[in-house]
C-alpha cells in the first residue's frame, strides 16, 4: 500500500497561483497513474488532472490551461500546479494512487485531501 500526503493549499485571491505536493510513503515509479481529484461544496468529486507512470497526463476540461501536473520519481511526489485561480476552483483537493500490486491485485488509495478556497 502507499500513504499519501497532500500539503500546499490555503487561500489565495482570483487570479493567484497554488502548487499542490503530493508525497508518497514509497516509490511512486511504478504506481500506473497518479492524480488529483477535487470536491466543492454539493458536488461530487470529480478528476483534475492525471498522470500515468509512462507520463501521460489528461486534464479536466475547466482546468486546462491553467494546471499542470508533474511527478517527481526521486521525490516520490506528485505536483499540481495551480494559475489564473478562480473562485470555482474552490474545492478540497485530494490525491490519488491507482495501479495493480505484484500480487495483481488492484489498488486505489486516496489522501487526506487539502482546502484550496479562492476568493473574488
Known amino acids: 500500500q502507499v500513504q499519501l500526503v497532500e500539503s500546499g493549499g490555503g487561500l489565495v485571491q482570483a487570479g493567484g497561483s497554488l502548487r499542490l505536493s503530493c508525497a508518497a510513503s514509497?516509490?511512486?515509479?511504478?504506481?500506473?497513474?497518479m492524480g488529483w481529484y477535487r470536491q466543492a461544496p454539493g458536488k461530487q468529486r470529480e478528476s483534475v488532472a492525471v498522470?500515468?507512470?509512462?507520463?501521460?497526463?489528461n486534464y479536466a476540461d475547466s482546468v486546462k490551461g491553467r494546471f499542470t501536473i508533474s511527478r517527481d520519481n526521486a521525490k516520490n511526489t506528485v505536483y499540481l500546479q495551480m494559475n489564473s485561480l478562480k473562485p470555482e476552483d474552490t474545492a478540497v483537493y485530494y490525491c490519488?494512487?491507482?495501479?495493480?500490486?505484484?500480487?495483481?491485485?488492484?489498488?486505489?488509495?486516496w489522501g487526506q485531501g487539502t482546502q484550496v478556497t479562492v476568493s473574488s
Open positions: 498522470i500515468t507512470s509512462g507520463g501521460s497526463t
Open positions: 490519488s494512487a491507482a495501479g495493480i500490486s505484484p500480487k495483481d491485485v488492484a489498488y486505489h488509495y
Open positions: 514509497r516509490s511512486i515509479f511504478s504506481i500506473n497513474a
